[in-house]
């Protein structure tokens, strides 16, 4: 079973339009969790850490809930610029803070 | 806004070849870390560097990979008999403290081995 699993994609959505990417993780010594942006050949970049009581950045929201070990992230308002593809990432302090990274979530944005 | 750095950009070598890769972490920044990303697959954790000393290393980081921080700035990993296999973007990041800190990625270096 992969570490960090998420729906590879891609998502095509016209501009404007709410795109929810899932994400689920398996290891329960998890304790920080990312989701990261990465466009094509470039290197990851944060998007926005994510906590249980649910965190909102512009028109971004991630929630967590770890009971169920399950990562989302809605994306309000879709820009042609929110196409990339997104990574859902878990961290373990204790663990050298070891990024986990998931496949990742191809979104392309239409006009 | 300050970056991680690395070079070169891109690298190829023939197998069987020894590798530095460099990489300029944030100056204040505490804890460094190599990923890798293999053509069309996830980003994978290699090792963590703290203090001077390895953290945390996966399987992938096994006898012929090494890592160190000759001086104040430079963070190198280094790969002594390159494979095939080890063909791939190799990510540094950095960051501030270890708990829960946000990990600020470099460009990469695209290590091809022939």
């Known amino acids: 079973r992969k570490e960090v699993e998420q729906d590879p994609g891609p998502f095509n959505v016209p501009e404007g339009a709410t795109v929810a990417f899932n994400c689920t993780y398996s290891n329960s010594a998890s304790q920080s969790f990312f989701w990261y942006r990465q466009d094509c050949r470039k290197e990851p970049k944060l998007l926005m850490s994510v906590y249980s009581s649910g965190n909102e950045d512009g028109r971004f929201t991630a929630q967590l809930n770890r009971a169920s070990q399950y990562i989302s992230l809605l994306i309000r308002d879709s820009k042609l610029s929110d196409s990339a593809t997104y990574l859902c990432v878990a961290g373990r302090e204790n663990a050298g803070n070891m990024l986990t990274f998931g496949g990742g979530t191809r979104l392309m944005v239409k006009p | 806004e300050p970056e991680v750095t690395q070079t070169p950009s891109h690298q190829v070598t023939q197998m069987g070849q020894e590798v530095i890769l460099r990489c300029v972490p944030i100056s204040n920044h505490l804890y460094f870390y190599w990923y890798r990303q293999i053509l069309g697959q996830k980003v994978e954790f290699l090792v963590s560097?703290?203090?001077?000393?390895?953290?945390?290393k996966s399987e992938i980081f096994d006898d012929q990979f090494s890592v160190e921080r000759p001086d104040g700035s430079n963070f190198t990993l280094k790969i002594r008999s390159t494979k095939l296999e080890d063909s791939a973007m190799y990510f540094c990041a950095s960051s501030v403290t270890g708990v829960g800190e946000t990990q600020y990625f470099g460009p990469g270096t695209r290590l091809l081995v022939l």
């Open positions: 560097f703290y203090n001077n000393e390895i953290s945390e």
